[in-house]
């Protein structure tokens, strides 16, 4: 806990919006720009489940239904009710809180594995509703036509300015994050994770935390979900099926689960690796069949051997190398750095 | 000497087992109280009930006269009783520093809004917030490792960091579930000074060990539990020659010896 810290994840949000502006100038393919913006779109779905599941310690399966509902009403509210995007939005994060927070009282109860089939159980009933509520939904034909964003005369009608929408609305977030995981509720947070009895006779309301962070990536969710909508124009229930909450876990998982950060990596190793899939089984149309399989498969091998995530893991290979190179710190100097504090 | 703490006829039921039955007895506002028996006599689960990690089956425990047994731990944490674990239970994944900041909680300020806007001062908070929990860490001794990962830290000062943490809520009553147990002799020694400088500091405190040269030595006084019963109370004298404690402890350990 230095006292800088502050200046210093401003800092990384300062490098992060120059190289989000800086981008466009190398990554003229508009295919890539829409990678890019998705991967953008990722990295808010998996930094806000990661304040969930890396810091708080609950699993979710059922996170693309967040994404879903989000998505949704935003769509229905623009399209069918002619409602502005910027009501919308909003409007389908807070739907999306009263419902997370419906679900998340009784399912926060639950551990462990419990928690990850109430979870599943309830995307799995949203997707359900998504495909056969066609009166609402159009059911699997989806909703088309959803408007753009636009701000007075500008309309983010183009990949250029669909990349800096989402980038950095997501690099605001990460700010957001890193700043909620450096203070007393981030402490909390991590606190009931590593031990829920220890946290409660701390003070900590272990309940009232682990249903506060359940709303909260739900609502990172939603926002993702209503900026895919509006970014990408047409949404269908496919989007926010059950293989895209595995996605995100797998995101969280090889993000290392301990970072921020981690978890934005997590999003764009995945956003890529899924990209290359699809691309692969448009190539050779054999592999296109087996698109779903060969995707599973990958996620498994990720999840048996970085178990402890891509980040986490180089970060350990890098700190056991510098060791190797330096001796320890003279002992001497660290009362020194705690006076500091 | 008034009361800080009372329970009154608690049991605690576990499926068909028996851990507490029918147990009264009193803790005195400023004393150390010791709370022995065998293996298995139900000590620890006496703990649980009173820091409301689960509440009695039956019977009711007070803190300086108002019914706390029905409580969540959280609240009864607001109410002024900390706690240290006999399987000890630090937050591995943070720092030392980090640790005793959890147990800042209810004594600072922030919340969601606060933490995601830095509003509100939020950075100054959490300045005094380390400031603070530093100050515990001295008392223990572990400010030189205020920034290692607590997992890390030996056996022993992992005993004193949680003790550190739970003195940092500022408790009334602090309950130690065997704070001595697996520490070599001098630690020992250095924890017996820490119990003194804190009971000096005005909190009261209610421990449970199976160190008995320990216990009858800073104890002022002690209840003891058997088979979940409460089968003596009184000074460590008065208790030492209890009957039914030297038969209580012939099937186990004499007493006197370590545990
Ligand atoms: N959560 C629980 N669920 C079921 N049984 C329990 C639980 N906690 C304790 N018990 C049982 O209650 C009895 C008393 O256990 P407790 O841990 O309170 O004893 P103790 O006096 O602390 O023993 P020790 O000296 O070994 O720590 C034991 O038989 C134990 O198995
Ligand atoms: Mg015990």
């Known amino acids: 806990m230095k006292a800088n810290f502050f200046t210093s994840t401003l800092l990384w949000a300062v490098v992060g919006l120059i190289a989000v502006a800086l981008t466009p100038l190398f990554v003229k393919s508009n295919y890539w720009l829409g990678v890019l913006a998705f991967m953008a779109i990722n990295t808010i779905l998996a930094v806000g489940l990661n304040l969930l599941m890396g810091y708080a310690g609950q699993v979710s399966l059922g996170h693309a239904a967040f994404y879903g509902i989000g998505a949704y009403t935003t769509a229905i509210l623009t399209t069918q009710y002619g409602v502005s995007p910027w009501l919308a939005m909003p409007a389908g994060i807070l739907i999306t809180c009263i419902i997370a927070y419906l679900v998340g009282v009784p399912c926060l109860r639950l551990h462990g594995h419990y928690l990850a089939m109430a979870t599943l159980g309830f995307g799995w009933i949203v997707f359900i509703v998504l495909v056969h509520w066609d009166g609402l939904t159009l059911g699997t034909s989806g909703v088309e036509k959803i408007p753009k964003l636009a701000i007075g005369s500008l309309v983010f009608d183009n990949d250029v300015k669909r990349f800096f929408l989402t980038w950095v609305t997501a690099i605001l977030l990460l700010l957001v994050s890193a700043n909620i995981v450096r203070s007393r509720v981030g402490r909390a947070l991590r606190a009931l994770h590593s031990s829920e009895n220890a946290a409660a006779t701390m003070g900590v309301d272990v309940s009232r935390y682990k249903v506060m962070v359940f709303v909260l990536s739900a609502a990172y969710a939603a926002l993702a979900g209503s900026l895919y909508a509006h970014v990408v124009n047409f949404i269908s229930p496919s989007v926010f099926g059950f293989i895209v909450s595995v996605e995100l876990v797998v995101m969280v998982v090889i993000g290392g689960m301990a970072s921020v950060w981690g978890a934005a990596v997590g999003a764009a190793t995945i956003t890529m690796l899924v990209e290359w899939l699809r691309s692969l089984g448009e190539a050779v149309p054999v592999f296109k069949e087996f698109d779903v399989i060969a995707h599973g498969l990958i996620l498994v091998l990720v999840m048996l051997f970085l178990p402890a995530g891509l980040t986490v893991g180089v970060r350990d290979l890098v700190l056991r190398w510098v060791k190797r190179r330096r001796p320890a710190p003279a002992p001497q100097e660290k009362p020194k750095e705690v006076a500091r504090v | ?259």
Do not use: C
């Open chain 2, 1 to 259: 000497m008034s009361t800080l703490l009372e329970a009154g006829n608690v049991s605690k039921i576990f499926g068909g087992l028996v851990a507490v039955s029918d147990a009264s007895f009193t803790v005195r506002t400023g004393e150390i109280t010791a709370l022995i028996g065998p293996n298995g006599a139900g000590k620890t689960t006496m703990l649980n009930m009173i820091s409301g990690v689960f509440p009695p089956t039956s019977g009711w425990i007070r803190l300086a006269g108002k019914p706390i047994h029905h409580l969540p731990p959280h609240v009864i944490a607001a109410r002024g009783i900390a706690r240290t674990f006999q399987q000890v239970e630090l937050f591995t994944n943070m720092t030392v520093l980090e640790n005793v900041m959890v147990g800042r909680h209810l004594r600072s300020r922030g919340n969601l809004f606060t933490a995601a806007t830095r509003l509100g001062g939020t950075n100054r908070h959490e300045r005094k917030t380390a400031n603070d929990a530093l100050t515990y860490l001295e008392m223990v001794g572990l400010a030189d490792v205020a920034h290692e990962d607590s997992g890390d830290l030996p056996f022993g000062r992992q005993r004193l960091l949680e003790i550190a943490r739970a003195l940092a809520t500022e408790p009334s009553l602090l309950l130690l579930d065997e704070a001595a147990s697996g520490l070599s002799t001098r630690e020992k020694k250095e924890l017996v000074e820490l119990i003194f400088r804190i009971r000096k500091s005005g909190v009261t405190i209610f421990l449970v060990d199976h160190d008995m040269d320990l216990v009858m030595d800073i104890s002022d006084r002690v209840v003891v539990l058997d088979h979940g019963e409460k089968i003596a109370e009184g000074t460590p004298a008065e208790v030492q020659r209890n009957e039914r404690v030297i038969a209580a402890y012939l099937g186990e350990e004499p007493v006197g010896e370590s545990g």
